[in-house]
């Protein structure tokens, strides 16, 4: 679908920043590409087009009423304008460690359409990103879409991100939380997923393991952020240690007391 050598671009809020990866190469713009824009609902839930602006996303009703961990995700990415810019496959593709639409798309087990001249393929998301700014796609392919099924309609879902201020912040830690119950309030199934606690966003299977059968009280979250802090390879940067890192991600399962 594109000629070796060229970067695609989206919204361009990450390519044109000074420094990346389009220094020095040349740009094919995907827009008015057919099949890569808006929302659909297929037989196997909602597919969401790589260009759909964020933006657009996050206003989607279906989106805010099945999906609410992903449009609570998108709210506190960047800032308006750059939400009005900026699409899901760039932040899929810059596979950054703080991306804040990755927690959430990993806990609703998103699946990464992929396209080029050679056809269509399909990966989970957690197969998609391969390191920090390092992911599965192949010479001369883009996203064209991320696939996601529906979850059921009781669960319940939560995105915390602690930034060094309230806006316009990359994320120091955080966490994206699926949990479905049972009538009496019982955990039947935990996912959780955390940001900027290692190379990339990445579920916490341990962490998940220790809440089915359980009903989500302080003493559930305080083990599950335990297991998460053995899960976890935070490092340090100039928005946090890597020690605040570790400390902050055992606390963060806390806010989804306000889920119980
Ligand atoms: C001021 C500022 C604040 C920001 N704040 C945040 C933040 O809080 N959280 C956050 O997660 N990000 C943040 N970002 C990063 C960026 O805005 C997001 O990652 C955004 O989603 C990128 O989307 P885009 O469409 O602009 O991507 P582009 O800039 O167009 O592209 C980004 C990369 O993805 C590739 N690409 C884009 N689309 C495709 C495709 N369909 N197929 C294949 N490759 C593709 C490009 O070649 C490039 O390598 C911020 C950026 C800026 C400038």
Do not use: W
Request: include cysteine; charged fraction near 25%; charge should be positive.
């Amino acid at each position: 679908m594109l000629d070796d050598g060229l970067s695609p671009m989206a919204g361009g809020t990450d390519l044109l920043v000074p420094g990346r990866k389009a220094a020095g190469r040349g740009v094919a713009l995907l827009e008015g590409l057919p099949g890569l824009d808006g929302v659909a609902m297929t037989a196997q839930g909602l597919r969401l087009g790589a260009l759909a602006s964020l933006a657009a996303l996050e206003r989607h009703p279906v989106i805010r009423e099945r999906l609410p961990v992903l449009a609570q995700a998108i709210a506190c990415l960047g800032s308006p304008l750059i939400r009005n810019m900026g699409t899901m496959g760039g932040n899929l593709v810059t596979a950054s460690p703080a991306g804040d639409t990755l927690p959430a798309l990993l806990v609703l087990e998103a699946v990464v359409e992929l396209a080029s001249r050679d056809g269509r393929r399909h990966l989970p998301v957690a197969e998609f990103l391969l390191g920090p700014g390092r992911t599965a796609l192949g010479p001369g392919e883009i996203v064209a879409a991320v696939r996601i099924a529906l979850p059921p309609p009781g669960a319940s879902q939560h995105f915390e991100k602690v930034g060094r201020r309230d806006a316009l912040a990359i994320a120091v830690a955080s966490l994206a939380a699926l949990i479905v119950r049972d009538e009496a309030g019982r955990v039947v199934e935990a996912r959780l997923a955390v940001g900027s606690l290692a190379p990339t966003a990445r579920r916490c299977p341990s962490a998940e393991a220790a809440l089915p059968g359980r009903r989500l009280d302080r003493e559930a979250l305080l083990e599950a952020g335990r297991r998460i802090r053995d899960e976890i390879s935070p490092k340090g940067d100039l928005r946090a240690t890597a020690a605040y890192r570790r400390e902050m991600a055992g606390r963060l399962p806390l806010r989804l007391l306000t889920l119980a």
